[in-house]
């Protein structure tokens, strides 16, 4: 009886430091303040929105550049316009892509 009790209490007590592992792992993934550097369109590969949650304290807009990663204000209007650029762009591929080449077929 003893044995088993040590045994549920030493795997809570394992899931416990786990979890907070877990938690303290996934909060270095978060953006802790805004970049002050501008930032131009044509070298953004993409960006992902993050929220405040229980690891992240900011919300930010994380703009993926060639090897690396910068968190930017998403209330600023350089942010929203950098955004809609990405956006933009994005879509004129796709349109580009979805285009289906016209070919005449000779009789």
């Not at 549920?8 to 938690?23: A, K, N, Q």
């Not at 993934?29 to 900011?58: A, E």
């Not at 930017?72 to 350089?78: G, I, N, T, V």
Request: net charge positive.
């Amino acid at each position: 009886m003893a044995s088993s009790r040590m045994i549920l209490l030493t795997t809570l007590c394992s899931l416990l430091i786990m979890s907070t592992f877990i938690d303290s792992t996934h909060s270095a993934s978060c953006c802790l303040w805004y970049t002050s550097r501008p930032l131009k369109c044509s070298r953004l590969l993409g960006y992902t929105i993050q929220t405040i949650n229980t690891s992240c304290d900011i919300n930010a807009v994380i703009f993926h550049v060639k090897g690396r990663f910068l968190c930017a204000d998403p209330s600023s209007s350089h942010t929203q316009k950098l955004m809609r650029c990405f956006d933009e762009k994005r879509k004129s591929k796709q349109v580009q892509k979805d285009k289906i080449p016209i070919t005449s077929a000779s009789t």
